[in-house]
């Protein structure tokens, strides 16, 4: 018998196209891990709504855009399970049976929270509040056992713990504890070309759809070192994004280290070190830009791949809502399976006389 893989759920929100931040800092580490784990990927299209509930518009095509990027970053979905958060109510609805373990201080409590507050000057909704329960659905659900994520996630993903524990201890065993799995790297706070931290609406960020020549002209826009006027003045390497670029996306190291011995001593310009990345980052790029050639144009097989992802999750966690529910006390004979047919009912009923009332 081969040993069961242990099961991953991670997910973004479909907020926009993916940039190069989200390429090395999160999508290659789970097209890495997709092999190892029975993998599951979440649109977590509700997710959107709890700041973007205004803009209804833009959900249905970021989806699109969000899976394209996925895929061509190397998400395989033959290994892997595409799920769309919205399609499956489970995801709902354990998130308001959960939300009764979780008090509104702990909520409030979350920094992500918080900082979603201050950073967006907004008036929270209850749904935002509850935004770190609905993602503790979404890793539930599944009995994950691993949650690979960003550091900025990790305060999500301990509220996830506690809550599956407080369960467990109130109702009996019932949920794997999940573990965050941590993607650190220097990639992971990748800076945009204006050296802030890379952001899809900063406007200073490199996405995947975009063409080589756009690329390369945002690259020649970089930030570098700004104590810097001519190319004979000796150059800082050290936090300039120009060479964490090339730390990460040359994959000519002796011609890296070349580079900085001649920008420390002032013997090469701007202008050459950035012509020299554009051609390795275009490089890195060019074999998922090879995959996205051949995903152009394929709209419906793409949602048909999360059709079928979001089908195959389906009765995993409609067996762990009802698990939830039969623990939590809401089981009877009206909930399904039991009222899918009319003899059925009647039989249950028959068998469970005080099963409802
Ligand atoms: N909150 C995550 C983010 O913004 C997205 C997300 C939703 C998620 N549900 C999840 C991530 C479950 C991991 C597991 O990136």
């Not at 479909?14 to 097209?31: A, N, Q």
């Not at 784990?37 to 518009?57: C, I, K, Q, S």
């Amino acid at each position: 018998m081969t040993k069961q893989k242990r099961r991953i759920l991670t997910g973004h929100r479909p907020t926009g196209p993916r940039h190069i931040g989200h390429l090395v800092g999160t999508l290659e580490s789970w097209v890495t891990m997709q092999n190892e784990y029975d993998a599951f990927f979440l649109v977590a299209d509700l997710h959107v709504l709890t700041t973007n509930y205004m803009h209804p518009e833009c959900i249905q095509e970021n989806i699109l855009h969000l899976l394209v990027d996925w895929l061509t970053a190397g998400i395989d979905p033959d290994t892997s399970t595409l799920v769309l958060q919205s399609a499956l109510p489970e995801h709902a609805q354990l998130s308001q049976l959960l939300s009764m373990l979780v008090t509104v201080a702990r909520a409030e409590r979350v920094p992500t929270y918080k900082e979603q507050i201050q950073e967006l000057n907004l008036k929270p909704s209850l749904g935002l509040l509850t935004y770190p329960v609905l993602q503790s659905a979404d890793i539930l659900l599944y009995n994950a056992d691993a949650v690979p994520v960003g550091e900025d996630q990790l305060p999500h993903i301990e509220l996830t713990r506690e809550v599956a524990r407080r369960f467990n201890r109130l109702y009996g065993e019932t949920f794997t504890i999940p573990e965050a799995h941590v993607l650190t790297s220097e990639a992971s706070r990748l800076p945009g070309i204006d050296n802030r931290t890379m952001h899809t609406s900063y406007g200073n960020a490199i996405f995947l759809r975009e063409t080589p020549e756009e690329t390369e002209r945002k690259i020649m826009e970089m930030y570098t070192d700004p104590n810097r006027i001519r190319a004979t003045d000796p150059g800082t390497v050290e936090g300039n994004p120009v060479f964490s670029y090339h730390d990460i996306f040359n994959t000519d190291k002796t011609a890296i280290e070349e580079l900085k011995k001649r920008y420390r001593a002032g013997k090469v310009g701007d202008v050459e070190v950035k012509q020299l990345l554009a051609k390795a980052v275009n490089q890195y790029l060019a074999p998922l830009r090879a995959r996205r050639a051949e995903l152009m144009h394929r709209s419906e097989e793409i949602m048909e791949l999360l059709l079928e992802g979001t089908e195959k999750a389906r009765p995993i966690v409609q067996h762990t809502l009802a698990v939830v529910q039969e623990k939590m006390g809401l089981r009877s004979p009206l909930h399904e399976p039991y009222n899918l047919n009319q003899a059925a009912f009647q039989q249950s009923l028959r068998r469970n006389p005080l099963g409802f009332i």
